[in-house]
């Protein structure tokens, strides 16, 4: 990951506890705790992608259709593509 993104997420204080000690003494204070945190993530998306997106198709209309993004749920689909 080569720079910080710039969303704000907010974790329960004791997983923040947990999460910070990992990186600080598996990185050796060299991960900062946001890749660590991605890292999480993008393992979880790559596990579950297949349900994540039929669970995605139950509750909603179809997230492409005819070349648009015609998400109709309250939140912005555009940046919740999902990498092949």
Do not use: T
């Amino acid at each position: 990951m080569a720079q910080r993104g710039d969303k704000c997420i907010y974790v329960r204080p004791e997983y923040h506890e947990r999460i910070s000690c990992i990186v600080q003494v598996i990185g050796s204070g060299e991960i900062p705790l946001y890749a660590y945190l991605d890292n999480i993530l993008k393992h979880h998306f790559d596990l579950f992608e297949e349900d994540i997106l039929k669970d995605f198709a139950k509750m909603s209309k179809p997230l492409f259709s005819h070349g648009n993004n015609n998400c109709h749920l309250p939140v912005d689909c555009d940046r919740a593509v999902v990498a092949r």
